[in-house]
């Protein structure tokens, strides 16, 4: 109950953001553009648009994530409305928790909103609607849950700028990570394939949340890899959470 | 009369500069508070007060010591359910108004429905911001922040209340409204902790004081005791009789006109002022036997630190 409160002051607090307004003005004039880039092209025009649509919304999508997780908690701390909040009988694990659920909830209405616009612009060109398409963008509010656990869990510590450059790099990281396993089968096996293994492991591997090729040339998804990564992924959040949790739970105001 | 909070060798050290280096806080502070009295924190500015506020919170974690709220560990969250605290310079959050503020911390508290209701138009109404309800934060003023605050600190109807310089930044009236609150939550029965370096406001309500000067208490126990009621000199406004007159009987601090104060020392000098005055066909303005204060227990403190 505690969790929830918290929850629906962080979204009522997100959404006064003005840098949410700005990157969703962004997407739409991207969504928008890829119309005139497909006018451009030689060949499956649709290809362009949707391919163009999906990155914008997982791009901008990145950027919220990251710009809110690492600002919220920091303002608490730094607008010392921490203090109040503490003082009451809340656990810290319930405020991080109730701040992380708030931005989830913030994203899941900003990616609604996009999807709704990007399946519209989509609708008036095929004038048939493209269902396959919500599944990369579920598994790209997945990856954004993720995103938004990262950026929370930096937060803790540092700075605002600081935590969005470590964010930022996690997904940079995320995304080229998949290049390892590639890697891995080549080299022999031994110490050193092991060591690739474990760092492997380790690092986040977002490239399982990408399911934009297989939806834009409509290719078959397995059932299987569906359920491994949504599997990856509230193991990987669940895990940061429990990181971001660790970091404050001893951590002073000072 | 129990024990309603209880410090025992708080230790606290900050680390600070690029190469951390410790900086002691806290050195080992011990103190009780009994239920139903209004107990003084004093101490000048960077004391440790605001420290030990947080460490009773757990807002920081002492290094070592044992802090226990209603003998209940203060790690624990639990310890703080009867527990209302007004932070020093409140922050909140500005885009709430201050209705909604109010069903925020209620929530978070566990008070629903009709009983939330209730309980933000009572304390609207106690601490004088029914006006200003549906006003956002952010247009309020300092005064009207620490209003606000106080009544969010007063929700869960909590056994022990901790002000942190409460009276800070309120006008004379305010000042007299808060005191008066204050000594209205002893009356219902509650225990108040404040701290403050306003000497005056704790003198006028405080039971106990406790004085902390560089992390460490120097003295604490009930505000009778360690006031004397030993008269230290006596003030004498005299009108229409030169100062010079009286360097051998007082010392003359200040003349305005035809006016003198007079700081007499010794009390048989204060009859041979007075005979003087008559000789002389003067007046006696006003004559003002000056007892110890907790401003001059606590400059002299200091001092001899």
């Known amino acids: 109950m505690k969790i929830i409160t918290i929850a629906l002051n962080t979204f009522k607090e997100a959404k006064r953001d003005r840098v949410l307004y700005l990157l969703f003005f962004f997407v739409i004039i991207c969504l928008v553009f890829s119309r005139f880039l497909a006018l451009l092209t030689v060949g499956d025009r649709m290809k362009i648009i949707k391919d163009v649509g999906l990155a914008s919304i997982s791009l901008f999508g990145m950027l919220m994530a990251i710009l809110m997780g690492t600002g919220l908690v920091y303002k608490e701390i730094d607008k010392k409305t921490i203090f109040t909040l503490l003082a009451k009988p809340i656990h810290r694990a319930e405020f991080l928790l109730g701040k992380f659920l708030g931005l989830v909830l913030t994203i899941f209405i900003m990616t609604v909103l996009m999807t709704a616009i990007f399946m519209l612009i989509l609708f008036l060109h095929t004038l048939t609607f493209e269902w396959k398409i919500l599944v990369a963008i579920l598994f790209i509010f997945f990856e954004l849950c993720l995103m938004t656990a990262v950026a929370l869990l930096f937060s803790t510590f540092t700075t605002p700028i600081l935590a969005s450059l470590y964010s930022l790099a996690f997904y940079l990281i995320g995304h080229l990570s998949w290049s390892m396993e590639m890697l891995i089968k080549k080299v022999k096996s031994g110490a050193g394939r092991t060591a690739l293994k474990i760092l492997y492991t380790v690092l986040p591997d977002l490239e399982n949340f990408n399911f934009k090729t297989e939806v834009v040339h409509n290719l078959p998804i397995p059932g299987k890899l569906l359920g491994y990564s949504f599997l990856y992924g509230v193991v990987y959040t669940t895990f940061i959470l429990f990181l971001a949790m660790i970091v404050f739970r001893r951590r002073d105001f000072v | ?305």
């Open chain 2, 1 to 305: 009369m129990g024990k309603v909070l209880e410090l025992e060798n708080v230790h606290k050290a900050y680390k600070v500069g690029f190469i951390p280096k410790k900086k002691p806080v806290l050195k080992g502070v011990s103190f009780h508070v009994n239920e139903g009295e209004i107990f003084g924190y004093l101490g000048p500015n960077g004391a440790g007060k605001t420290t030990t506020i947080k460490c009773i919170l757990n807002l920081i974690f002492p290094d070592s010591g044992r802090i226990t709220i209603f003998g209940e560990d203060s790690l624990k969250p639990r310890a703080r359910q009867k527990v209302g605290f007004l932070p020093e310079n409140p922050y909140f959050y500005d885009y709430l108004t201050g209705k909604e503020f109010l069903a925020f911390y209620a929530a978070l508290l566990g008070i629903h429905g009709r009983e939330r209701e209730e309980k933000i138009k009572y304390f609207l109404k106690l601490v004088g911001m029914e006006r200003a309800a549906d006003l956002q934060l952010r247009k309020y003023s300092r005064g009207m922040l620490q209003r606000i605050g106080l009544a969010q600190a007063l929700l869960n109807d909590p056994a022990l209340v901790i002000l942190d310089e409460p009276m800070g930044g309120l006008d004379p009236i305010g000042r007299k409204e808060f005191r008066d609150i204050i000594v209205n939550l002893k009356k219902e029965g509650k225990t108040v902790f404040l701290s403050s370096h306003i000497l005056q406001d704790i003198e006028m309500i405080c039971d106990r004081v406790a004085i902390i000067l560089a992390g460490e208490i120097i003295n604490q126990g009930y505000l009778g005791d360690l006031i004397s009621e030993k008269v230290l000199f006596t003030e004498i406004v005299i009108a229409g009789v030169p100062a010079a007159e009286f360097n051998h009987l007082g010392e003359s601090v200040s003349t305005s006109g035809d006016r003198v104060l007079l700081k007499v020392y010794e009390e048989e000098k204060i009859d041979q002022v007075i005979n003087l005055v008559q000789q002389k066909k003067g007046k006696i303005v006003s004559l003002i036997p000056r007892t110890e204060t907790l401003e001059d227990i606590f400059v002299n403190m200091v001092k001899n630190q």
